[in-house]
């Protein structure tokens, strides 16, 4: 590749004089030559002989960092997950740059177990002294070599799903293939794409009888519900494949957690309601998780958000209900439960997601949501809105917008939530943002990473 040679080594040159007074006829004479020239060989071939170390580390991670690329591409080319890799190093070294903790990043971990190259390189991911030079300076050979990677992987994709025999068309490997290309998808934001390679994957699994084919392969089932559920959420849509029954057998407390100012919604109608409480139990889940997580961030701090594989068995369950439970049109302005449980479950997603983006496992923003939610719990003017039904619903809309307003909104809704938070504070005669969390702390925690300025409000 242009750009890409190893840079050049100092050429050791041998001179003879090759004028035919200096050679007498008797070979004796000129024994000495023969054998300089013979020795300058043999180091040379040698040195072409001599094996790699075995224990190669970071040795070839030096300078100049675009030799360190070249050893990338020649070295991994054939691990269908390099492409996802090298748009991972991009997307990190951006990260590292901007000292970010919310990022448009897909992390997968089970990427990692499956790769050679990730594994090999993982120690990269978390040196930016690495990162950030292969950024600045070689960002366009990243993108380049990423995306010959991904040609070369659906071209071995294509080859095989023309076979004549299916188990060989629809097995693991080319599942774990696909995959592949979906992280690499993820990590380069192309979300269209990697929507098409999931329902790929879901014919696939159709043709070989259904995803129970899949069990007895952990990592690749975990891994294909961890994509699935990821697009479902950049997409807005119901997830394709059913929870992994392994996934679904954590603890969830459901109805039992449901936060305090929660309690009030339940009546005989929504008793009798599946979709409501299916919403009211995603509620107590978050609550119980959120608690837990709180007291994880007292006693480890900021580690609590690097183990994303173990944070993504915790949210997925919860986030593959919500999605399940959504409608297929907007709630109608007379019917307040509608109105409350939908509120409900973009709350409970925005907070999912922020949860996800601070693990650096979730590649898009909830903006889109917050919008929706905002527009929805905003209309407080008039006096039979559902939110005025009591005190406890009050709360739980005071903690919907102090949920949107740190969960990264455009710049015109957090305007809007920082009016319409201000205007709720004078109300209740609250002047610090601390007075502001006391009163919603029976609803989830919300993780802060910094406080808004009210000075400026």
Request: hydrophobic fraction near 40%; aromatic fraction near 8%.
């Amino acid at each position: 590749m242009a750009g890409m040679d190893k840079p050049p080594e100092e050429k050791r040159l041998l001179f003879i004089n090759t004028n035919e007074n200096n050679f007498p006829p008797r070979r004796n004479q000129h024994n000495s030559i023969d054998s300089e020239v013979r020795r300058h060989v043999m180091l040379d071939i040698g040195k072409a002989r001599r094996k790699p170390s075995k224990d190669r580390q970071f040795a070839t991670i030096g300078t100049p960092t675009l030799y360190a690329l070249a050893v990338f591409e020649r070295e991994w080319g054939e691990d269908s997950f390099s492409a996802y890799g090298f748009t991972l190093i991009m997307a990190t070294g951006k990260n590292a740059m901007s000292g970010t903790y919310s990022a448009n990043t897909f992390w997968s971990p089970f990427a990692f177990r499956k790769s050679a190259f990730l594994k090999h390189y993982q120690q990269i991911f978390s040196s930016p002294d690495v990162l950030i030079p292969l950024y600045l300076r070689s960002s366009l050979e990243l993108k380049s070599i990423a995306l010959e990677r991904s040609l070369m992987t659906i071209q071995c994709i294509e080859s095989r799903l023309t076979s004549s025999d299916t188990s060989w068309a629809t097995s693991d490997s080319v599942i774990s293939a696909v995959l592949a290309l979906i992280c690499y998808n993820f990590s380069n934001l192309d979300f269209d794409q990697a929507m098409v390679h999931i329902s790929g994957i879901w014919m696939v699994i159709e043709v070989r009888g259904g995803i129970s084919t899949v069990e007895n392969n952990q990592d690749l089932l975990l891994m294909i519900s961890w994509v699935d559920i990821t697009a479902a959420l950049l997409h807005n849509t119901k997830p394709l494949f059913p929870l992994p029954m392994n996934l679904d057998a954590f603890v969830r407390p459901g109805l039992n957690m449901l936060p305090g100012p929660l309690f009030g919604v339940l009546n005989g109608d929504i008793l009798c309601n599946e979709r409501f409480l299916a919403v009211l139990a995603c509620m107590g889940d978050l609550n119980a998780l959120a608690t837990f997580l709180q007291t994880e961030q007292v006693t480890k701090g900021d580690a609590i958000w690097s183990d994303e594989e173990q944070m993504g068995l915790l949210l997925n369950p919860i986030a593959h209900n919500l999605l399940n439970q959504q409608q297929l049109e907007p709630p109608k302005p007379d019917t307040p439960y509608e109105i409350i449980l939908e509120s409900l479950r973009l709350g409970a997603i925005i907070w999912i997601i922020q949860v996800k983006r601070r693990c650096r496992s979730y590649p898009g923003t909830a903006q889109a949501r917050i919008t929706t939610l905002l527009r929805t719990i905003s209309n407080d003017t008039e006096a039979d809105t559902p939110w005025n039904c009591s005190v406890d619903l009050q709360v739980v809309r005071l903690w919907l917008l102090v949920l949107c307003s740190v969960s990264e909104p455009s710049g015109q809704d957090y305007s809007t939530l920082m009016r319409i938070i201000a205007s709720e504070m004078k109300e209740l005669n609250l002047v610090t943002w601390g007075q502001l969390i006391y009163i919603i702390q029976r609803m989830p925690w919300i993780y802060l990473s910094e406080v808004p300025d009210l000075s400026t409000l």
